[in-house]
Each structure stands twice: as structure tokens, then as C-alpha cells.
Nanobody, 125 residues
Framework: QVQLVESGGGSVQSGGSLRLSCAAS??????????LAWFRQAPGKEREGVAV????????SYADSVKGRFTVSRDSAANTAYLQMNSLKADDTAMYYC????????????????WGQGTQVTVSS
């Protein structure tokens, strides 16, 4: 049974940084077939994929809106993924979710059956 638990959200001023964590159980971090992704959703907006990491190879992909500011990583020993967010902007304000899937096929921003409960990030300008 897969369980994902996010933490690390909070309130920060524009230009600040936060690091989100996603503690995963039931996900084999050494497997090259597993993807773990970060999504976000702001009130009144559609959910947006932010970053993806292959838990086995460490390969990453990012949305254009966060490239150069956000970094996704994983600690296989701890079965935890992280999202380091720097140079935060007011537009980054959203609920952030981690999600996991055990397939490499198809669009990397869809097809995630496992989701955490989310952690709120609020950036004030």
C-alpha cells in the first residue's frame, strides 16, 4: 500500500526559500520504473505539474515556470523526495502535492494513482 506524506510548507516572503518533503511508503525508490512528481494547485486554477524525478536514476523534469528556481531530489535510503524552492514568487502560492506512479510510459504529468494530502505554500509579495 502506497502512502505519501508531504511536509515543509509554510509562509514566506517573495524571494525566500522553502524545502518540501515527501515521505513515501510502499514505493521502491531504487526502481527505475517509479516516478515521483510534485504538483501544485492554486485556488481557482487547474492543477499544474511542477517537477518529476525518476526514483531509480534520479533523472528530473521541470515545468518551465519553475526551471532554475526549483530542484527535485530524492534520498533513497530515507524513501523521501524533496522539492527545494528558491526565489519564490507570489505566483508560487498553492497547495503542493506529491504523487507517485510505477510506469515510465505516457505523459509524465499524468497517470499518477497515488497522492499525498498536500502542504500549503504561501508567498507574500
Amino acid at each position: 500500500q502506497v502512502q505519501l506524506v508531504e511536509s515543509g510548507g509554510g509562509s514566506v516572503q517573495s524571494g525566500g526559500s522553502l524545502r518540501l518533503s515527501c515521505a513515501a511508503s510502499g514505493v521502491t525508490f531504487g526502481s527505475v520504473h517509479n516516478l515521483l512528481a510534485w504538483f501544485r494547485q492554486a485556488p481557482g486554477k487547474e492543477r499544474e505539474g511542477v517537477a518529476v524525478i525518476n526514483t531509480g536514476t534520479g533523472a528530473t523534469s521541470y515545468a518551465d515556470s519553475v526551471k532554475g528556481r526549483f530542484t527535485v531530489s530524492r534520498d533513497s535510503a530515507a524513501n523521501t523526495a524533496y522539492l527545494q524552492m528558491n526565489s519564490l514568487k507570489a505566483d508560487d502560492t498553492a497547495m503542493y502535492y506529491c504523487a507517485a506512479r510505477n510506469s515510465l510510459y505516457g505523459d509524465i504529468w499524468s497517470g499518477y494513482p497515488y497522492w499525498g494530502q498536500g502542504t500549503q505554500v504561501t508567498v507574500s509579495s
